[in-house]
């Protein structure tokens, strides 16, 4: 398995998992996501792979087919009298093909990004996890993450 920038010849594979995410999501959120559809389409998924600042990185097989990807942020804390000024990098999602899960390419994406990061010169790695997705939840902790802090919600 090797982990690359991802291309225009691997968005229609990505489309696939960035479908298998949102039916997570919707199962777990049907009051917010909308399922049958995705986070993005194949013309702004096109123009994401030319944004500098928003990587996405793809693990594939021998055959060059996408396994997973991570969808990052690099973003940087606004200077502030009250604040550190620093450089974060932000996982807006992170998936593996629910045929590969198991084989820990979810693991090797994350240690990836962590290296990309720490390249780039980012004092941290960041992501969301919606409550009720357990699994993501337990992912995260294994791999070393901790909370920083909660968004907490009322439905009217």
């Not at 629910?98 to 790695?125: D, M, N, P, W």
Request: net charge neutral; with cysteine.
């Amino acid at each position: 398995m090797t982990i690359r920038n991802a291309e225009s010849k691997d968005a229609e594979k990505i489309l696939d998992l960035l479908k298998q995410v949102l039916e997570i999501h919707a199962k777990i959120r049907p009051d917010i996501f909308v399922s049958g559809t995705t986070k993005y389409s194949a013309e702004e998924l096109k123009e994401l792979f030319k944004d500098e600042s928003k990587p996405i990185y793809v693990a594939v097989d021998k055959k060059d087919s996408v396994l997973g990807y991570a969808f990052c942020q690099i973003k940087e804390q606004p200077s502030a009298p009250f604040m550190v000024p620093f450089k974060s990098m932000y996982i807006d999602d992170l998936c593996v093909d629910s045929t590969c899960r198991g084989q820990h390419i979810g693991e090797r994406l994350f240690e990836y990004v962590k290296c990309q990061a720490k390249k780039l010169g980012c004092y941290q790695v960041t992501l969301h996890v919606w409550s009720g997705n357990d699994s993501a939840e337990h992912f995260y902790q294994k791999m070393g993450m901790k909370p920083q802090k909660s968004l907490l919600e009322m439905v009217l």
